[in-house]
């Protein structure tokens, strides 16, 4: 019999994480050409995945339950999304100071249906795969680095 564990530690890891890579990868992307910055946006996000699940599986010795793979999975999208719209907010903030036509244009902008279909068509190209690459990543790939790990225990 597997018990639920306690999966804050995890979310803070992923936080800290993703957002230490996000900054590094954002100093990248500022350097390289459009097209090439644009393809490392979930870069952030599967590092701190793949780093969270080695040290789940090294302190718990096993790969996730159904249930904790469904919490982890909605629960590091969540974190992802939040902190990314926090920064948005947080960038239009500063850069509003200097110029309030920005935070204006923005408001503007949120008032039109084809811009908000754009960016919610555009989030969820990015959303889906990362909700379903986690799923999966913390299902069956989490199974198999378990047994490559723990020979002797028995995976979910």
């Not at 959303?127 to 069956?140: D, H, K, N, T």
């Amino acid at each position: 019999f597997i018990y639920m564990i306690s999966l804050r530690l995890y979310y803070v890891w992923f936080f800290i994480i993703c957002l230490l890579s996000t900054l590094l990868v954002g100093i990248l992307a500022a350097l390289l050409p459009y097209p090439l910055a644009t393809m490392l946006t979930a870069l952030p996000y599967l590092v701190a995945m793949i780093v969270v699940l080695f040290k789940f599986l090294k302190k718990n010795r096993r790969s996730p339950t159904q249930q904790e793979r469904k919490r982890l999975t909605f629960g590091f999208s969540l974190i992802f999304w939040s902190y990314n719209a926090i920064g948005l907010l947080f960038g239009m903030y500063i850069f509003a100071r200097k110029d309030p036509a920005i935070w204006q244009n923005f408001l503007l902008s949120l008032q039109q249906p084809p811009f908000l279909i754009t960016v919610l068509v555009m989030w969820l190209m990015l959303a889906i795969p990362l909700l379903l690459i986690s799923y999966w990543f913390y299902g069956a790939q989490a199974q198999r680095m378990a047994m490559k790990m723990f020979p002797s225990n028995t995976s979910q």
